[in-house]
C-alpha cells in the first residue's frame, strides 16, 4: 500500500456525488430590479414568490395590532369620561363597571358618543340596587355646629368666618 492512497478502491463510481451540468453560455441580461431575477427563458419573475404575500401579511399583522390598541385607548379615555360624569354620585365611580354596565349601555348606539341620558339611567338602576353606593355629599360648613347647639337655617344672612369663630370661642 502506498503512502496516501485510500485503503481500498471501489470500482463503482460514486453516484452521490453531483455531476456538474455543462455551462450554458451567459446571455448578456440586464441586471435584475432588487427581489426580481431572470428565469431560464428570459423573463423577468419574482426571486421570491411568496415574499409580498409575506409583506401584506406583517402589515396586516402590525396595522391590527395598532387598531387594537387605539381601541383599547380609546375605551379607557370613554370609561374616565363617565366615571367623571357619576363621580358626584357614587362614592367610588368604578362601582358602575362593577354593576354590570358596559361601555356600549352608555354610548348612544347612532353617533358612538357617550350619552348623559343613558348615564342617568344606568346610574339609577345601579343606586337601585346597591343604595349604599350613592355619594352622599357632607353637611356645608355652614351647617356644622360646634356644641350642642344646632345651626339656626332659616337665616338669610351668610355665615362670616368672623361669625364662626365668635361662636366657638364663647363661653358656655
Same mark, same amino acid.
Given at each position: 500500500?502506498?503512502?496516501?492512497?485510500?485503503l481500498?478502491? @471501489?470500482?463503482?463510481?460514486?453516484?452521490?456525488? #453531483?455531476?456538474?451540468?455543462?455551462?450554458?453560455?451567459?446571455?448578456?441580461?440586464?441586471?435584475?430590479?432588487?427581489?426580481?431575477?431572470?428565469? +431560464? @427563458?428570459?423573463?423577468?419573475?419574482?426571486?421570491?414568490?411568496? @415574499?409580498?404575500?409575506?409583506?401584506?401579511?406583517?402589515?396586516?399583522?402590525?396595522?391590527?395590532?395598532?387598531?387594537?390598541?387605539?381601541?383599547?385607548?380609546?375605551? %379607557?379615555?370613554?370609561?374616565?369620561?363617565?366615571?367623571?360624569?357619576?363621580? %358626584?354620585?357614587?362614592?367610588?365611580?368604578?362601582?358602575?363597571? +362593577?354593576?354590570g354596565?358596559?361601555?356600549?349601555?352608555?354610548?348612544? &348606539?347612532?353617533?358612538?358618543?357617550?350619552? #348623559?341620558?343613558?348615564?342617568?339611567?344606568?346610574?339609577?338602576?345601579?343606586?337601585?340596587?346597591? #343604595?349604599?353606593?350613592? !355619594? %352622599?355629599?357632607? +353637611? &356645608?360648613?355652614s351647617?356644622? @355646629? !360646634?356644641?350642642?347647639?344646632?345651626?339656626?337655617?332659616?337665616?338669610?344672612?351668610q355665615?362670616?368666618?368672623?361669625?364662626? !369663630?365668635?361662636?366657638?370661642?364663647?363661653?358656655?
Open positions: 500500500m502506498l503512502a496516501g492512497q485510500p481500498w478502491e @471501489s470500482d463503482e463510481s460514486d453516484d452521490t456525488t #453531483p455531476q456538474s451540468e455543462p455551462e450554458q453560455p451567459a446571455t448578456e441580461q440586464p441586471e435584475a430590479p432588487p427581489g426580481m431575477k431572470y428565469d +431560464a @427563458s428570459g423573463k423577468l419573475i419574482d426571486a421570491e414568490p411568496h @415574499s409580498r404575500e409575506a409583506r401584506y401579511r406583517t402589515q396586516l399583522r402590525a396595522t391590527e395590532l395598532e387598531r387594537d390598541q387605539l381601541r383599547e385607548r380609546l375605551e %379607557n379615555r370613554d370609561k374616565a369620561e363617565v366615571e367623571h360624569l357619576v363621580a %358626584n354620585r357614587l362614592i367610588d365611580p368604578k362601582d358602575l363597571w +362593577a354593576a354596565v358596559s361601555l356600549p349601555d352608555v354610548t348612544d &348606539p347612532d353617533s358612538g358618543d357617550i350619552s #348623559p341620558q343613558l348615564i342617568d339611567e344606568c346610574l339609577e338602576r345601579v343606586v337601585k340596587e346597591h #343604595p349604599h353606593w350613592r !355619594f %352622599n355629599p357632607a +353637611a &356645608p360648613a351647617a356644622v @355646629s !360646634f356644641g350642642a347647639e344646632k345651626p339656626d337655617l332659616t337665616q338669610e344672612q355665615p362670616t368666618w368672623q361669625g364662626v !369663630f365668635q361662636q366657638a370661642t364663647q363661653p358656655r
